[in-house]
């Protein structure tokens, strides 16, 4: 063999290597090791947030498609979000329209702290957060109506990738094969019971039932950070739970549900006479009904007064004057 010739295949072997090295370097990420390499953000994000983690999943599954497109890999943009008000770096490519502007992050963490704080902070999706942590149905479905994607298909989407892949497990605080769990927090909630089947708190406070609803009752020393690490919760679900914010203010004695409020009354608590210095508010916590609830029962808005001999709806709808 001359030199020619062997000059030639080493160029020939050289070449066909380096394709194979760009192949092997282009593999595809599978949905299960995107959901492997992802979860345990989604589930600290749900613990920041109150985004099902589900969900924050299933959208980076599609958005990205797993992690494997472009916008993914040269912006680290994982939920497809555009500039908007971004101030940091960014990128261009067509989208709904030519040449659309994109967030561009660090990192992928970087991108999945974002989505939760572009949720947060976007008022648009604010009745989203009214929502439990565990609806990710109402979750993929408001979204789309809240205009996070335009293809009318989204919320579908979302679910199948949800169910397909368990990951509503998560949400359920199930240890799967793809997420891990704090094992302290595991820990406390072997000492204390399943959330659904506890009656005594690590600190010896009782846990008491109404409306088919769990409480406790507020003492001189609580306040929301403290019940919340007590009771294994975050402080966000005892608040949207009791219809509270951060500034409202705690009574001793006070009831505060540890699961959400129910949509009616008892059975038998048909209608409520109103008390002088009762608020919508009071009588949403004393029936255990969601405040949304009461409201639309009685056709009022959130910002109608009530008067001392009201009668209330607790159960039933009211229905509209005929005019």
């Known amino acids: 063999m001359n030199k020619r010739v ?3 295949l080493v160029v020939l072997i050289l070449t066909f290597s380096s394709q194979i090295f760009v192949i092997a370097q282009e593999k595809r990420i599978t949905r299960k090791e995107y959901i492997a390499l992802y979860s345990d953000w989604a589930i600290r994000e749900m613990k920041r947030t109150g985004i099902p983690a589900s969900i924050t999943l299933a959208q980076g599954c599609l958005e990205s498609d797993d992690g494997n497109s472009w916008l993914s890999k040269e912006a680290n943009n994982h939920f497809g979000i555009k500039c908007h008000t971004w101030e940091g770096d960014k990128v261009y490519k067509d989208d709904d329209a030519k040449n659309e502007c994109f967030r561009k992050y660090k990192s992928a963490k970087e991108s999945f702290d974002d989505h939760g704080d572009f949720l947060l902070k976007t008022k648009r999706y604010a009745a989203l957060f009214q929502l439990s942590s565990k609806d990710y149905k109402g979750w993929a479905k408001g979204l789309k109506e809240a205009g996070y994607a335009t293809n009318p298909k989204y919320p579908t989407l979302l679910i199948k990738i949800i169910e ?3 990951l509503h497990e998560i949400d359920e605080g199930i240890k799967t094969k793809s997420s891990k769990t704090d094992s302290s927090k595991t820990k406390q909630r072997k000492k204390l019971g399943d959330i659904d089947n506890f009656a005594i708190t690590s600190a010896g406070r009782e846990i008491k039932l109404h409306n ?5 009752v507020v003492k001189s020393t609580d306040n929301f950070d403290a019940m919340a690490k007590e009771l294994d919760m975050f402080t966000w679900e005892l608040l949207r739970y009791n219809d509270l914010t951060n500034d409202s ?3 001793t004695g006070q009831l ?3 699961q959400p409020k ?4 008892e059975f038998g608590k048909e209608t409520h006479m109103v008390k002088k210095g009762e608020t919508l508010n009071s009588i949403s916590q004393f ?5 949304r609830k009461l409201i639309i029962k009685n056709n009022l808005n959130i910002t109608d007064t ?3 001999g009201d009668v209330l709806n607790l159960r039933k709808r009211k229905m509209p004057d005929k005019k």
Not at 212 to 216: A, D, E, T
């Open 262 to 265: 129910r949509n009616k009354a």
């Open 212 to 216: 088919r609803i769990k409480y406790i």
């Open 6 to 8: 062997l000059k030639i």
């Open 287 to 291: 029936y255990g009904i969601k405040l």
């Open 164 to 166: 397909d892949n368990k």
């Open 249 to 251: 203010i705690l009574r």
């Open 256 to 258: 505060i549900y540890i």
């Open 306 to 308: 009530i008067k001392a």
